[in-house]
């Protein structure tokens, strides 16, 4: 729950950097807020109606401290007038060459990234736009071919451009930082942001994806829930071994053990701790509900 609560805040902060007017990022406004811009409002609008989510490129102009304390203003130029946006320090930052999560201290000047964000986001009618709301940022994003949009049940974007074949080695994450191992099966229906290098000469052209980031909202503040009703609806398995022993739950290859009165638990090994400590109230086990996200 800290961590989101911390993410929650630092958004808070972020919007309160907008000053004087501003605008939705819909079509009209991002043709208007840049008058040299490559992308007509037709093909904007194509965008928008394949994903909840648009793009911008470019390559890092200046990065610079702001007012707010853990808040970072990042100037991009490229073809469309360039574009300002605020980076908090738990603001997702994926560097395309490694797929691995980055901080804004190592973006650097001259650095090509990919800014993503929702097509609503207020966005400030200054030379060049400031964009306070950004979902996502991609950094070195000319080392690899990189992709937003909504995949269908059969992993085809919208525009039937691209198909997923999600592989054993595709790194599946969303923006909760889930701790359950994601699959193909939650890709479905869902915007997301796509890493891949290869695909075949056919229509839709298809690709195994080194990387996916489910696009989305972030997770809601942890509480406490009922462990057996909660982990069964989750579809695990709970088993009780002894106030001495951890509890264990187990689905799909993944096991969670959990110690009573204890907030860490571990996910397949992996010790991580929860907002609540699993406690025994009136005779029925309760656990912080972020272990299930």
């Known amino acids: 729950m800290k961590k989101n609560l911390t993410k929650v805040m630092a958004m808070g902060m972020v919007m309160t950097i907008l000053a004087g007017t501003t605008a939705f990022a819909n079509d009209t406004m991002l043709i208007a807020a840049n008058p040299n811009a490559d992308k007509t409002i037709e093909s904007v609008q194509a965008e928008a109606e394949a994903s909840m989510y648009l793009t911008q490129n470019g390559t890092v ?63 400030g009618m200054s030379l060049p736009p400031f964009l306070g709301n950004v979902a996502a940022v991609v950094a070195n994003a000319d080392a690899g071919s990189v992709t937003v949009g909504k995949f269908d049940k059969d992993l085809t974007d919208m525009k039937n451009m691209l198909q997923l074949n999600i592989g054993d080695e595709t790194s599946i994450q969303n923006m ?47 509480v406490s829930v009922p462990l057996r009703e909660t982990a069964e609806a989750n579809g695990f398995s709970v088993k009780w071994q002894g106030k001495a022993k951890p509890i264990l739950l187990e689905k799909d290859g993944v096991s969670m053990q959990l110690m009573l009165d204890d907030a860490t638990f571990k996910v397949n090994g992996v010790e991580d701790e929860a907002a609540f400590a699993t406690e025994l109230k009136d005779g029925v086990m309760f656990v912080s509900s972020e272990i299930f996200e």
């Open 61 to 123: 102009a200046s990065i610079e401290a702001s007012e707010t304390e853990g808040v970072s203003i990042v100037t991009m130029d490229n073809e469309m007038g360039g574009l300002r946006f605020a980076v908090a320090s738990n603001t997702i930052i994926v560097d395309r060459a490694t797929g691995s999560y980055v901080t804004v201290n190592e973006l650097t000047e001259g650095m090509a990234v990919s800014v993503v964000y929702d097509m609503n986001s207020p966005m």
């Open 176 to 222: 909760q930082g889930s701790r359950i191992r994601l699959s193909a099966e939650d890709v479905k229906g869902q915007d997301a942001l796509v890493f891949y290098d290869f695909t075949t000469r056919s229509i839709p052209a298809q690709t195994t994806p080194s990387f996916v980031l489910i696009l989305g909202e972030q997770a809601a503040p942890a």
